[in-house]
């Protein structure tokens, strides 16, 4: 049986007080929000704080808001957020994806702020302890070397988050508090491309929010390839929006990539302005996207297959939002109906 090591644990029932707890204890810290991920990567002995600081009791950051867009607390449940309001309707792309990540007992606890500072992960990393010991460890911890490329300087863990690339494609920014103040980023601002420092999070900034615009005009989805149907990290995640003109030409769109890098990928999309979404220019898009996914034999299924599959991914994306009925696919390949 796996233990957790020993560790203080605070209850803050504020944001403010669980920022003053982080700056007071430092790099010592680490905030436990559902612990679907941290929890198990302790008892892995991947993380090791002495000080837990649970947000549990913190009823702000599980507020939501309609205004200028949407805010949502970053102490909400997958299932809570789910059951938000228009959700389905008004951002499609992050309920599918919300609504795939893990079981639905791990999105009874598992947060959206949880989600998006999800660990990178690895098949040389998750490992229990002394599996990683007998490979003599690796450089993301305890070790020196890349098992993944030996001769990389850099953790190539992937980035296994499957809200991340849907809120990016929506246009989310989060914001950050910690005692000295708090500062607002795009969500891709969020991420580092390196297995081991992913997020630009500073030790003692809590996530507390979410903020979506409003989606006039815009379509979103969320696409993703894994090996069960029930539960699976994501081998690849699409996140696509896109907003057309009244005849169907696309006016703005966004495309992100995840599980194929160490951060959520942006695919450039200026291919698709002024045109329609035909078969053509979806197949330009997604050959671009193929060639752009760094897909790495860390994680499940075979990568020069799950790099081919890319573009076939983006396909179904951008065919559901030109309005194509999808749902057989995605029934198969989601086990989803919408
Ligand atoms: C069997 C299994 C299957 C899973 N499948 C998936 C999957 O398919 N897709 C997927 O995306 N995830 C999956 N997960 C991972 C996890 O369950 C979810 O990502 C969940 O949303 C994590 O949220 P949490 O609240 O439990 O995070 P925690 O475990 O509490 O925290 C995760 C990390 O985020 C940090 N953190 C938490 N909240 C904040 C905050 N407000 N501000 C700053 N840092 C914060 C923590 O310090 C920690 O480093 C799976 C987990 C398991 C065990
Ligand atoms: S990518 Fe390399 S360094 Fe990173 S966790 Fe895997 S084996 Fe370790």
Not at 44 to 52: A, F, K, V, Y
């Amino acid at each position: 049986m796996m233990r957790l090591p020993w560790f203080d644990y605070r209850a803050p029932k504020s944001i403010e007080e669980a920022a003053k707890i982080l700056a007071w204890e430092g790099t010592g810290a680490m905030l436990l929000a559902g612990g679907t991920d941290l929890l198990p990567n302790m008892k892995r002995r991947h993380q090791m704080p002495g000080t837990l600081v649970g947000l549990r009791n913190i009823e702000d950051l599980k507020r939501v808001s309609n205004g200028n867009g949407l805010r949502l607390g970053a102490g909400l449940t997958l299932t809570e957020l789910l059951a938000v309001r228009g959700l389905r309707d008004r951002y499609r792309g992050l309920a599918q994806a919300a609504a795939q990540v893990a079981t639905p007992l791990l999105r009874n606890m598992g947060t959206l702020g949880g989600n998006l500072c999800l660990d990178t992960r690895c098949t040389y990393y998750n490992q229990n302890y002394e599996w990683r010991q007998a490979i003599n460890f690796c450089m993301k911890k305890d070790g020196d070397v890349c098992w993944v490329a030996t001769a990389s300087r850099r953790c190539l863990a992937v980035s296994s988050t499957d809200t991340a690339p849907a809120l990016i494609a929506l246009g989310a920014r989060v914001k950050l508090v910690s005692a000295a103040g708090a500062r607002e980023v795009a969500l891709d601002d969020l991420y580092n491309n390196d297995g081991i420092d992913y997020l630009k999070r500073k030790p003692d900034e809590i996530l507390t929010e979410i903020l979506l615009p409003k989606p006039a005009g815009w379509k979103s989805t969320y696409w993703k390839l894994r090996r069960r149907g029930s539960f699976d990290f994501p081998l690849l995640g699409v996140g696509a929006a896109v907003k057309t003109a009244g005849d169907g030409t696309v006016e703005e769109a966004r495309l992100v990539l995840g599980a194929v890098s160490s951060h959520p990928l942006v695919i450039k999309t200026d291919s698709l302005l002024g045109k329609k979404l035909t078969d053509d220019a979806i197949a330009e898009i997604g050959e671009t996207a193929e060639s752009r996914a760094k897909p790495m034999d860390n994680t499940d299924m075979d990568l020069r297959w799950r790099k081919h599959v890319v573009a076939d991914f983006v396909g179904y994306a951008l065919r559901e939002l030109r309005g194509d009925d999808m749902g057989a696919t995605r029934l198969r390949i989601a086990k989803q109906l919408v």
